[in-house]
């Protein structure tokens, strides 16, 4: 594997006296698209909090490129799993995807036409002005990937941002952000709790288990490029990793 | 519809007005006390026409204006740190909750010492009065925000200042808003008292000159005018409520 561009070092985290993460440790590669999978409350977000420099963790540590993360970087954006709070409710839809601009000092003079591209790219191209309590819940996510990617980030950290759209949209979004991560050679951190999803979607699947959330299993996924709906799921191999991956998720989410 | 509504809140002090104006012509209100509305509102008008009503009214308005400005000045900064930073919220909250309860108009001999009968002594008392209800308002509206908007503007990059500024206070402000139009209203109830118990200028020494020389319609007068430039004011702040904070009415289907 190349030199990793992003690694997670022995991470614990206690809330209290409760452990959530024990001795979470993987490397992620550059250009990698890495899905985490995990039962729900296995401290996948959390996690992803550490990663972006949000919280610290009680051990070790979020390395990008080899420094520390200690601090939140405009190099990490995350995209949060709560999607209704994490827009602002006084900026219309261009606006929020503006701010990222902002917030890099990308010059004045280009913005517009950029928040306009990035709204063609999730199809909120006619929404642009609307206020996010005007948007579904889908559309508002949407929003907040495309504050992600104006902020040009060098990793891409996102809590299941697919998780509460319908199958048509979700489906189309996957093929979406993998077809533009795969051509802005956009490092992803993609947590999602649909194993299905993870296969799909990532060159690696991290498999956590709950309680405390460990690593249990990583698994590279053989599959072609650019992937298919159809073909992809109906592959041997995504069955293969699919039997393989199902057993941990199953396990713990039963408990 | 709209029209009908109208009809509708007039009816009750239309009936009033009539009611009494025909118990003073029929003796069973004494007319010195009283006045009645057929002398009231000539003396409205005259007063209009002459441009004395003008004139008193821009001197009060024009301290209640300085005084709610001083109070916005300070208590809307003031509410968004201590609505921020707990600890500072819990040692201010005993002084706060001592200094609220003193009448402003125990205020006026201090004040009176300080700058004599002028435009400073209605606006100061007037700004002690509306500095709480901005105060306490802007705590609540900044401690209510949604922490993840906070946690936006960090994962972006934004410093502690620039959060506060680009989160924090439009966050807040709806709950602002309402802060400021129920301090304006105070401002003009306290400007009034003010000159009514000591101050030579405005409306209030209008009407209490009128009271001592007999002239009860003029009393009345001023009494009605007043509470129409209140209503008009607080209907004006409404509609900018509504106008600045559209995000917010838009969502709740009163754009
Ligand atoms: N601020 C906090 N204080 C205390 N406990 C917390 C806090 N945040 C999370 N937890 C706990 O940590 C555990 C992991 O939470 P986390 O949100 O990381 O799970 P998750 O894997 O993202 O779950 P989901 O799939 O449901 O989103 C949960 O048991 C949760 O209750
Ligand atoms: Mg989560």
Redesign the interface.
Known sequence: MAQPIFAFRDVSVRFGATPILDKVGFDVAPEEFLCLVGPSGCGKTTLLRVA?G?IRPQEGRAEFEGRAVAE???E???V?Q?YS??L?????VAGNVE??LE??GAPRAGRAAEVKRLLGIIGLADHAQK?P??LSGGMQQRVQIARALA?RPRILLMDEPFGSLDAMTRQALQDEIARLCKAERQTVVFVTHDLEEAIYLGDRVVALEANPGRVVEIVEIALPRPRDQLTTREHPRFLEYRHRLFGHLAKKEAE | MTLRRLLLGLVFPVALLAAWEVSVRAGLLSEDVFSRISRIVPALLEGLADGTIVARTYETLAAALFGWAIAAAIGIPLGLVLGLVRPLERLTLVTIEALRPVPSAALIPIVLLIFGFSLELDATVAAFACLWPVLIVTTGAVRGIEPRLLEVGRALGYGALARIWHFALPAALPGIAVGLRVAFGIAIVVAVTVEIAANPRGLGYAMITAQQSLRAEVMYAYLFWIGLVGWLINVAMIRAERHWLRWYWAARGAA
Do not use: E, K, S, V
């Open positions: 972006a949000l939140p970087t405009p990490l954006a995350i949060f709560d709070r994490a602002l409710p006084w900026r219309t701010l990222a917030a890099r206020f309590l005007q902020q």
